[in-house]
Structure formats: C-alpha cells, structure tokens
Nanobody, 127 residues
C-alpha cells in the first residue's frame, strides 16, 4: 500500500520556524520527483517547492525563496521542508506529492494530477 504521511505542522508565530516531514512507503521513493504544495483557505492548490530524484536541483516559488528549504533522504524515504521566517500568508494545508515526471509550475495543479499524495499537515502562522 502506497502511503505519504506528512507531519510537523502546527501553530507558530510570525517569524518562527517549522520543519515538515513526509514519510513515504509502498513505492520506490528514489525514482520519484517530490513536491510540496499547499492550499490556503478558500484558495486553490499552489506550488511550494520541488526536488529532483537525487536531491538536486531544487525549485521554489518566489514567495518562499530564501525562507524554505526542501530536502530528501532516499535511504530513509523521507521528504522534508524546512520553513523559516514564517508569515501569516504561509498559513495553509501542506501536502507532499510524488510523481515520476517533472511537473513543476504546471498551471492549476490538483492532487489527483500526481501519482501519489498525502493527507496534508496544517500550518498556521498567527500571533
């Protein structure tokens, strides 16, 4: 059974940090592009970051560039997203998704566009 299980979300004050993790099982993790996407209340799914099969290169949308860092551990089948200097506009449900193909910044993404996706972890940035 394929599983992507996100963890690490929570409530954090503006300027704070969180590290999200995504534990993968049931498929060959190292053969998949991995992505973080997010969905804020009342909005569509939006791209956050992407990482190549081997860990490089990595990609970030402009609003998170310089604040977020994506990484992966193919030996442990885990995807990470380190988020620093969090802002209220980062508040969203964060999903990790996996796909064999490079889909970065394709318009109007949906979870069902990807091979596999998790249930999400909520990040709330508020004072």
């Amino acid at each position: 059974e394929v599983q992507l299980v996100e963890s690490g979300g929570g409530l954090v004050q503006p300027g704070g940090s969180l590290t999200l993790s995504c534990a993968a099982s049931g498929f060959t993790f190292s053969s998949y592009w991995m992505y973080w996407v997010r969905q804020a209340p009342g909005k569509g799914l939006e791209w956050v970051s992407a990482i190549n099969l081997g860990g490089r290169p990595t990609y970030y949308r402009t609003p998170v560039t310089g604040r977020f860092t994506i990484s992966r551990d193919n030996a442990k089948n885990i995807l990470y997203l380190r988020m620093n200097s969090l802002k209220p506009e980062d508040t969203a449900m964060y999903y990790c998704v996996a796909d064999r193909t490079f889909r970065w910044l394709r318009p109007n993404p949906r979870l069902t566009d990807f091979g596999y996706w998790g249930q999400g972890t909520q990040v709330t940035v508020s004072s």
